[in-house]
């Protein structure tokens, strides 16, 4: 499930795979808007991992293809809860 409350559509939709630790569904949460510089998407499994990418001089489209690539290569190594 993606929440998005902003004024722009996604051209391709995001592909996230399930927490490699849990197997839950994560959840995408965007906050920030189109009319401040600060803008961060977090995921979360809901289960036992958070991840967080924001930035200051992109859009939500760069955050949203770096955050996706993040969170689909991890492995063990990179458990957040830990």
Same mark, same amino acid.
């Given at each position: ?6 004024? #722009?559509?996604?051209?391709? +939709? ?31 499994? #809901?289960?036992?991992?958070?991840? /967080? ?8 489209? #760069? ?10 290569? /991890?492995?063990?190594? +990179? /458990?957040?809860?830990?």
């Amino acid at each position: 499930m993606i929440e998005k409350n902003l004024s #722009w559509d996604r051209q391709t +939709e995001i592909h996230l795979d399930p927490c490699p630790f849990c197997g839950k569904k994560p959840k995408m949460k965007y906050i920030g808007n189109d009319h401040i510089r600060d803008k961060v998407i977090e995921i979360s499994c #809901w289960g036992c991992c958070k991840m /967080r990418v924001g930035a200051l001089h992109h859009d939500f489209n #760069w955050i949203e293809d770096t955050i996706q690539k993040k969170w689909n290569k /991890r492995t063990d190594a +990179e /458990r957040t809860d830990q």
